[in-house]
């Protein structure tokens, strides 16, 4: 019997919706967090098993639990998801970085580290023994880019897109390169203190997804540079859902 599982990842920013069926994941539907509502779910005409959620927005948490058909599996530390936690204090983990993790070792390289470019981005790190062991958190693009913006007098509220110069010819292009040039610094630079910290000099394999993973995966292997990214994967919070999903169905 094919079973059906309704897949949602709610980030600041935006939520992602998805029904997974017969482990292969279905159309992803992308809404602003800030318009989800009740009537998405209701009278929906989908038989479904279950429904995977990781949510780290507890107003659209609430509006989930009450307009679900199905049964609700909320992703906490406590689920069994493909991953032990050693971690201080689990509970303060967010569900969308423990649905990352699963997906990562999942995937079956390990040690790896997950770079997530969303609203902030975080860096999560998983060793050879599939245990996940902590992270990184910083701003994303889009709100350091709204930060320069209210911040100053004069500065643009600035849109990220692909650059093609490190010498900006106008105050926007120059504020993409400064975000974009600086996230390809961060990626290095953490995944390097991690390598040689953590993992003794072995190579971890780096997954990235969000919203700003491919311009910023791309850009890190231009005009010479070591590709320090080595797959760019959009569904990977997803992903990680339906391994969660599986295990507990």
Same mark, same amino acid.
């Given at each position: 019997m094919k079973r059906k599982i309704l897949l949602i990842d709610v980030s600041n920013s935006f939520t992602k919706i998805a029904v997974a069926s017969d482990g292969k994941i279905g159309r992803v539907t992308k809404i602003a967090t800030s318009e989800l509502t009740a009537d998405l779910f209701r009278g929906t005409r989908a038989k479904l098993d279950l429904a995977v959620i990781s949510s780290v927005v507890p107003e659209a948490s609430r509006i989930l639990a009450s307009s679900l058909s199905c049964r609700p599996l909320w992703v906490d530390h406590r689920l069994p998801g493909g991953v032990t936690v050693s971690y201080?204090?689990?509970?303060t983990i967010g569900a969308d970085r423990l649905a990352n993790a699963a997906a990562a070792a999942q995937? @079956?390289?390990?040690p790896a580290i997950v770079v997530d470019f969303g609203t902030a981005v975080?860096?999560?790190v998983i060793d050879v023994k599939g245990s996940?062991?902590?992270g990184i958190i910083a701003p994303g693009l889009p709100i350091a880019a709204k930060a320069l913006h209210e911040g100053t007098a004069l500065l643009p509220l600035t849109r990220i897109r692909k650059i093609t110069s490190s010498v900006g010819k106008s105050t926007d292009e120059a504020i993409r390169i400064g975000l974009l040039l600086g996230a390809v610094g961060l990626v290095r630079e953490a995944v390097a203190r991690i390598t040689r910290e953590t993992f003794k000099g072995k190579k971890p394999f780096i997954?990235?997804?969000? @919203?700003?993973?491919?311009?910023?995966?791309?850009l890190s292997g231009q005009n010479g540079g070591s590709k320090v990214i080595d797959l760019v994967d959009p569904l990977l919070t997803l992903r990680g859902l339906l391994v969660i999903g599986k295990k507990n169905i």
């Open positions: 201080p204090n689990p509970r995937c @079956g390289k390990l975080t860096f999560d996940y062991l902590g997954i990235a997804t969000g @919203g700003d993973a491919e311009l910023v995966a791309r």
